[in-house]
């Protein structure tokens, strides 16, 4: 079955880069996302990457896919305290069925 | 905003009590889902409708019953629940049946707890 996991928690400080790391399973998944949850949100779609592709830029997003490794990473440029929030990684696997990771909490001190 | 609405946001109820979950989008979606969001857990899918048909049903208990009387709505009824269903519960939709890349919205989640 699928299966996405991440850790749960990441700290950084202001102005560093921040990785967050996901494996999943399902090797016919078509796309992989990152959702954002900030405090008292609901996820936000922040970013998606299509499997065929293996890098995907978008500002200060940067998202890696090793589709033989099953690993998505979601790399935040001159992190800012404004991206305080849990970070979740999400497979499309089997018919529109959106798997989603523990999320990974992410703390940036000034 | 995100187009999708959740009410109530907050909910507190007995173990006893009949309570109702409602979930609205004017987004033009076709598909609405509820998800649960637990403490340190995956979010788990639970109900799936597509065009007011349920898709998919998660082995979900008994005790949760999902009505969508069309596609805008969609409701989680609620009867004799049990404290570890304290959660989030969260509603999205998405616009299916195409190549596209299906972006789900998600509602803001009602905060449940069971007492």
């Known amino acids: 079955g699928e299966d996405v996991e991440q850790s749960l928690f990441l700290s950084v400080r202001e102005g560093d880069s921040s990785v967050i790391n996901c494996t999943y399973t399902?090797?016919?998944?078509?796309?992989l996302y990152w959702y954002k949850q900030e405090p008292g949100a609901g996820l936000q779609l922040l970013t998606y990457?299509?499997?065929?592709?293996d890098m995907k830029q978008d500002q200060r997003l940067t998202v890696l896919l090793n589709k033989k490794d099953k690993h998505l990473s979601l790399r935040i440029a001159d992190t800012q305290t404004g991206d305080s929030a849990i970070y979740f990684c999400?497979?499309?696997?089997?018919?529109?069925?959106?798997?989603f990771g523990t999320g990974t909490r992410l703390l940036v001190s000034p | 905003e995100t187009g999708v609405t959740q009410t109530p946001r907050h909910l507190v109820m007995g173990m006893t009590n009949k309570k109702s979950l409602k979930c609205e989008q004017h987004?033009?979606?076709?598909?609405m889902y509820w998800y649960k969001q637990s403490a340190k857990k995956p979010l788990e899918l639970m109900f799936v409708?597509?065009?007011?048909?349920?898709?998919e049903n998660n082995s979900v208990p008994s005790r949760f019953s999902p009505e969508c009387p069309n596609s805008s709505h969609l409701f989680l009824h609620l009867h004799t629940l049990q404290p570890e269903d304290s959660a989030l519960y969260l509603c999205?939709?998405?616009?299916?049946?195409?190549?596209?890349?299906?972006?789900?919205?998600f509602g803001q989640g009602t905060r449940l707890t069971v007492v």
């Open positions: 999400a497979e499309l696997g089997g018919f529109q069925k959106l798997v």
């Open positions: 399902d090797s016919s998944s078509t796309y």
């Open positions: 409708y597509n065009f007011k048909e349920q898709t």
């Open positions: 999205a939709s998405s616009l299916t049946g195409t190549a596209m890349n299906t972006e789900a919205f």
């Open positions: 990457i299509f499997s065929n592709m």
């Open positions: 987004l033009g979606h076709n598909a």
